[in-house]
């Protein structure tokens, strides 16, 4: 049993920053990319930010320049630093994980259960 566990949403004013957490925990073997996706209300889920075990980072262009992604390995853990926040980015952010439970399995995808975010004056 796999759980991703995210903390760090919230409501902040426009310009503002918030740090998001997300926790994997359980029968891990390696963890191989880790990553954050939100999803606005009435919208597809869609990537924002993702991390290799290597250090190697990918942004969606709207928010290049303004989040931050960084893992820790030791503990199975990413974070995603979010500055100058705007109104678009509310949405459910949820956490990735691309991990095998067992040397001889394949990697597969596992999701938090999201965040909400909320940026609003």
């Known amino acids: 049993q796999v759980q991703l566990v995210e903390s760090g949403g919230g409501l902040v004013q426009p310009g503002g920053s918030l740090r998001l957490s997300c926790a994997a925990s359980?029968?891990?073997?390696?963890?191989?990319?880790m990553g954050w996706y939100r999803q606005a209300p009435g919208k597809e889920r869609n990537l924002v930010a993702t991390i290799a075990s290597g250090g190697s980072t990918n942004y969606a262009d709207s928010v290049k320049g303004r989040f931050t992604i960084s893992r820790d390995n030791a503990k199975n853990t990413v974070y995603l630093q979010m500055s100058s926040l705007k109104p678009e980015d509310t949405a459910v952010y949820y956490c990735n994980a691309v991990l095998t439970t067992d040397w001889r399995k394949g990697f597969n995808d596992y999701w938090g259960q999201g965040t909400q975010v909320t940026v609003s004056s």
């Open positions: 359980g029968s891990i073997f390696v963890i191989n990319a």
